[in-house]
């Protein structure tokens, strides 16, 4: 224990001059991020990098935030924001991230942010932070400090965080809202609605999935190679880090993203996680993502994703054969039977996303009762990832044309098949 302080210590002192030094400026084109045009006119001072998601939201002309703190069931503290205009629109929209980001992601885009496009339109935007994240770090009894915070897996975020967030906006507008979800926020209604079916029928009107995740059938992501050395990895973020996956790394990347080298590096990487696609990087906003995008999560919820990975179940999480049996009376866990959602279902999917593939976006649709089946939409661009559903240049394009669309059609009770 003694050590590992030393060890988090010289790796917090370590992150400061990286903070201190590296502003984050935003430049027009790629190639303007060198030294000399960070002082030059191709690049100004990003205001937007240090705002909370409220203060971004406020920034906007005629927008409120509202910060909404739900305690679940198991004790975690989490932030859900509200984000308004002139709200027209009878039904709320919930709107749910990924692993290892929060709903920055949703307001830290300029105006193709997916909140403030909603809001354009006249709806009432609820976004969760799932446990463990920047903004939802309290817990009634326990810290980030203990190990015991970190153990929850993707189960919880289910039945707790997602859970919680419907609750709050039936109990607040007295309306039943439209889910969206994105990869683990998808994961995280699938695990509620399979969980709790009559309930979710009756407080959500439909689920719009943006890269569902539920198994990783032909995924070519390099994610699926760390499963061999991930029992290491994980004893060293326990040990180091007490169950949280690298906590602040993102800084790491502040001053890489001051070279257009540097931020070919990391979409690099990132290629090799999500799919490959340059074509779609936005100058304006690449800092801002790489560096405040990410953020951190629980090392079971990892767990939990390579076992769908290794299984090729959508399961419950394997504690092992004696805490199985006591947790669920079988030496196997259970499975998520996609058969019990009731709650209308529309999904987008890419060919090139390597994490969500298509087909095992195929199979988790096919896997669904034929009544909540409302659309199969593949986005109409070759090259579209994993990620470019936050990220891309063309969102309004590609995406929000069509879940407009299908906000609209659900909203009205239409199931359609596109
Ligand atoms: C965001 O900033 C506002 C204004 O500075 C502050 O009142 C609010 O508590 C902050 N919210 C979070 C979640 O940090
Ligand atoms: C918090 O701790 C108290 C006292 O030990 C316990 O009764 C309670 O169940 C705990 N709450 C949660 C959510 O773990
Ligand atoms: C966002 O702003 C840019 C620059 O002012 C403008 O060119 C673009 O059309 C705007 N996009 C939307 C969706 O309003
Ligand atoms: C997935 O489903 C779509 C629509 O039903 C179909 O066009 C496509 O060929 C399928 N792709 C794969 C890889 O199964």
Same mark, same amino acid.
């Given at each position: ?82 984000? /308004? ?37 006249? /709806? ?23 190990? &015991? ?32 979800? /994105? ?19 009756? &407080? ?119 805490? &199985? ?10 499975? /998520? ?14 060919? &090139? ?66």
């Amino acid at each position: 224990m003694h050590q590992s302080k030393v060890i988090k210590t010289v790796y917090v002192l370590s992150l400061l001059p990286i903070i201190i030094v590296t502003a984050i400026k935003v430049c027009f084109k790629i190639q303007d991020y060198n030294l000399l045009n960070f002082i030059g006119k191709n690049c100004y001072d990003n205001p937007v990098v240090n705002q909370n998601i409220s203060e971004i939201i406020q920034s906007w002309r005629g927008f409120r935030a509202e910060e909404h703190y739900i305690v679940t069931e198991d004790g975690y503290r989490l932030l859900v924001e509200r984000s /308004y205009s002139k709200i027209t629109q009878k039904t709320p929209i919930i709107i749910v991230h990924g692993i290892a980001m929060s709903a920055l992601g949703w307001v830290n885009r300029g105006n193709v942010s997916l909140a403030r496009l909603l809001g354009d339109l006249g /709806y009432d935007v609820w976004m969760l932070n799932y446990r463990g994240t920047w903004y939802s770090k309290g817990h009634v009894n326990l810290t980030t400090e203990d190990p &015991n915070y970190w153990k929850y897996t993707l189960h919880e975020l289910g039945v707790y965080d997602v859970r919680s967030i419907i609750k709050l906006v039936n109990e607040k507008t007295r309306q039943i809202p439209i889910y969206i979800g /994105y990869s683990m926020g998808t994961t995280g209604f699938f695990i509620y609605s399979t969980s709790y079916p009559e309930e979710a029928k009756s &407080n959500v009107k439909a689920m719009i999935g943006l890269a569902p995740v539920t198994n990783y059938k032909e995924s070519k992501s390099i994610a699926k190679y760390t499963s061999y050395w991930w029992p290491l990895f994980k004893s060293l973020i326990y040990r180091f880090w007490n169950g949280e996956i690298l906590p602040g790394y993102s800084l790491f990347l502040r001053p890489l993203v001051r070279f257009s080298s540097g931020i070919y590096m990391i979409q690099s990487f990132a290629n090799l996680i999500f799919g490959d696609d340059f074509e779609q990087i936005d100058a304006l906003t690449y800092p801002q993502f790489a560096t405040q995008l990410i953020d951190t999560a629980g090392v079971e919820v990892y767990s939990h994703y390579l076992q769908f990975y290794e299984t090729d179940r959508f399961g419950q999480f394997d504690f092992g054969t004696e805490k &199985n049996l006591k947790e669920y009376g079988t030496p196997t866990p259970p499975v /998520y039977d996609l058969l019990k959602n009731q709650v209308p279902i529309a999904l987008s999917v890419a060919e &090139n996303d390597w994490l969500a593939t298509m087909v095992g976006s195929n199979y988790t649709y096919s896997q669904l009762s034929s009544s909540t089946r409302c659309g199969f939409r593949v986005v109409p661009y070759k090259k579209w990832n994993h990620i470019d559903y936050l990220v891309a240049k063309d969102l309004p394009k590609y995406l929000y044309k069509y879940l407009f669309q299908k906000i609209k059609e659900l909203d009205e009770g239409l199931c359609t098949s596109t």
